[in-house]
């Protein structure tokens, strides 16, 4: 029998899609300035997550970082080193980090993007960027990364009374 972490809570979720993500990711591609600059940003709290503008200033960072990499990935493309379409990197990614994981930041992107905040979308397209750059350095390295903070969030969700386990039947 395996378990189910259910009922986790909204803030904090979305606190994990916008900093601890993509700094996993930063730090998996060696950006560990940018990815403790993105770390160190205030917690998402239930005001900031409805506030009407609450979650610009994680989606700023997060766009300049994501461009930033995207950037780096175009110049090291070009070298020939990578044709390969942009929907297989993706599904490469997906893979990889594993589809719980992306699942859960898809669901939390399409959440946000229902509520018009581009956030989460910014911290998804910065997580498959660090691992199309991870490619040319040391594969794996986001993957694993990224995949420690999935677990991460679950276990201190349990801990910390943000969320609870069910049992799920295979």
Do not use: K
């Not at 900031?48 to 970082?65: D, I, K, M, Q």
């Not at 990499?69 to 070009?78: G, K, P, S």
């Not at 997906?94 to 581009?118: K, T």
Request: aromatic share 6%; glycine share 8%.
């Amino acid at each position: 029998m395996t378990v189910l972490v259910v009922d986790i809570d909204e803030e904090f979720a979305v606190d994990w899609l916008v900093r601890d993500l993509p700094g996993a990711a930063l730090r998996g591609v060696a950006r560990s300035a940018e990815a403790d600059r993105i770390q160190r940003q205030a917690p998402v709290t239930a005001s900031t997550l409805h506030a009407r503008n609450g979650l610009v200033r994680y989606r700023r960072r997060l766009e300049r970082a994501a461009g930033e990499l995207a950037a780096v990935v175009a110049v090291l493309e070009l070298s020939g080193r990578a044709g390969r379409p942009e929907w297989e990197q993706e599904a490469q990614a997906y893979a990889e980090i594993g589809s719980a994981c992306m699942d859960l930041a898809y669901q939390l992107e399409h959440r946000l993007l229902s509520r018009g905040e581009q956030a989460g979308r910014c911290a998804v397209r910065l997580v498959q960027t660090a691992h199309r750059l991870d490619a040319f350095l040391r594969p794996g390295a986001v993957a694993a990364a990224v995949q420690q903070t999935y677990c991460t969030l679950f276990d201190t969700a349990v801990f910390e009374g943000r969320g609870r386990l069910l049992p799920a039947y295979d």
